[in-house]
């Protein structure tokens, strides 16, 4: 159960909240239950939630890449919620291959063919957990990919944003609403006595 009360975004009548209840419902499929716990706090989930979509839609790196980076980093931190979102997201929101987004999830930088996207997600899980060893070397490898200066600030913040998501979710234990087939391949999850399902329905396109 959440530690904190859940409040239906979808109640208010803020046309900026109505707005990215919009955005996530064409990414998702549903207004997610991380919503209803950070509208505990409406004017910063308006800011937070902004600032994610600058950083989704304004930068160099495309949304294939940054659900990718959301992937590798919210398993790396052991938040299947965010884990099971960004999946979502590839899967249901930008038709991608199930099978593809199950293999990347369950193997990880394994299975990138292409050199941009491997050298992204690789620099993105060494910020998460290594960030004081970052080099010289591995900053001019962004370059080499196509990065400029931009991009690699775009994704170093990407990696900031979706670690506070991580930690808010797993902190505040968000009731898990998506498939539990992402859990179930990212985090060998098993249904435990007492514990819900999630949504199984949830992200399946028809």
Same mark, same amino acid.
């Given at each position: 159960?959440?530690?904190?009360?859940?409040?239906?975004?979808?109640?208010?009548?803020?046309?900026?909240?109505?707005?990215?209840?919009?955005?996530?419902?064409?990414?998702?499929?549903?207004?997610?239950?991380?919503?209803?716990?950070?509208?505990?706090?409406?004017?910063?989930?308006?800011?937070?939630?902004?600032?994610?979509?600058?950083?989704?839609?304004?930068?160099?790196?495309?949304?294939?890449?940054?659900?990718?980076?959301?992937?590798?980093?919210?398993?790396?931190?052991?938040?299947?919620?965010?884990?099971? #979102?960004?999946?979502?997201?590839? @899967?249901?929101?930008?038709? &991608? !291959?199930? *099978? /593809?987004?199950?293999?990347?999830?369950?193997? +990880?930088?394994?299975?990138?063919?292409?050199?941009?996207?491997?050298?992204?997600?690789?620099?993105?899980?060494?910020?998460?957990?290594?960030?004081?060893?970052?080099?010289?070397?591995?900053?001019?490898?962004?370059?080499?990919?196509?990065?400029?200066?931009?991009?690699?600030?775009?994704?170093?913040?990407?990696?900031?944003?979706? #670690?506070?998501?991580?930690?808010? @979710?797993?902190?505040?234990? &968000? !009731?898990? *609403? /998506?498939?539990?087939?992402?859990?179930?391949? +990212?985090?060998?999850?098993?249904?435990?006595?007492?514990?819900?399902?999630?949504?199984?329905?949830?992200?399946?396109?028809?």
């Amino acid at each position: 159960m959440a530690r904190v009360d859940l409040i239906d975004p979808r109640g208010s009548d803020d046309p900026e909240i109505q707005g990215i209840c919009d955005w996530v419902t064409e990414m998702e499929g549903e207004v997610p239950n991380h919503f209803l716990i950070e509208m505990n706090f409406p004017e910063f989930f308006k800011a937070k939630l902004g600032a994610t979509k600058v950083l989704w839609q304004m930068g160099e790196l495309s949304l294939e890449e940054i659900q990718h980076v959301g992937i590798a980093v919210s398993k790396a931190n052991s938040c299947s919620y965010c884990t099971a #979102a960004f999946c979502t997201i590839m @899967n249901y929101g930008m038709e &991608t !291959d199930e *099978d /593809y987004t199950k293999s990347f999830l369950a193997n +990880g930088v394994e299975v990138i063919l292409d050199d941009r996207l491997k050298t992204i997600v690789s620099f993105a899980l060494r910020v998460n957990k290594e960030m004081h060893d970052i080099t010289d070397a591995e900053i001019d490898g962004l370059r080499q990919v196509g990065l400029t200066d931009k991009g690699i600030v775009q994704l170093v913040n990407l990696v900031s944003d979706f #670690a506070s998501y991580n930690r808010l @979710n797993l902190a505040l234990r &968000t !009731d898990y *609403d /998506y498939r539990d087939m992402w859990r179930q391949v +990212g985090f060998d999850w098993t249904l435990k006595e007492g514990e819900q399902e999630g949504d199984n329905t949830r992200g399946v396109r028809k």
